[in-house]
């Protein structure tokens, strides 16, 4: 039976991408540290099949549940593509727990991995606000500016060169060559 963290071990927060769920005390790996809770909808019946909302947690082709009730605090808890809790999904008994897969620290958000379909439905077209994903495009955009500066410091030396060598030849033109190749002054 794995532990169970304490109502005190997290806390609604400011994120990154709006409201999240932090911690206040370590939570170490394998601890179940929230329930996601909600009313169970039944996709057979068509009432509950058109509820629309981003707190639906499938739990198989049949049930969901509804966590946009606001006690469940379990809905504040945001994607991540490295996540450090994992959801721990119990269709029988109509239960969903999320558990931790790594240690966390206080004051780190909890996250866990949405899924392929939610992804691709809400978070792709936006594109993914994880810290993994954000730091994939932090490191791409200074890859891109480091190529634009090489690429405009080589055009710009070839500008030079290009100049360099017009001035030579502009030089040599001027060398006595201008007047017939008699240097001197001309005769009035």
Known sequence: MPAIASSKSYRVGRS?????????MPIKKGTRIIRYFGPILDSR???????????????NNRWTIDGSVRKNLARYINHSCRPNAESDVRPRERKVFIRAIRNIEPGDEINYDYGTDYFKAYLKPIGCKCDSCEKKRKKLRAEARAERAKVKARAERKALKAGAKGAAAKKKKLNGKHFGGKVGRAKA
């Open 45 to 59: 019946i068509p009432a509950h099949d058109e509820i629309e909302n981003k707190y639906l947690f499938e739990l």
């Open 16 to 24: 990154r991408t709006g409201l999240g769920l932090f911690a206040t």
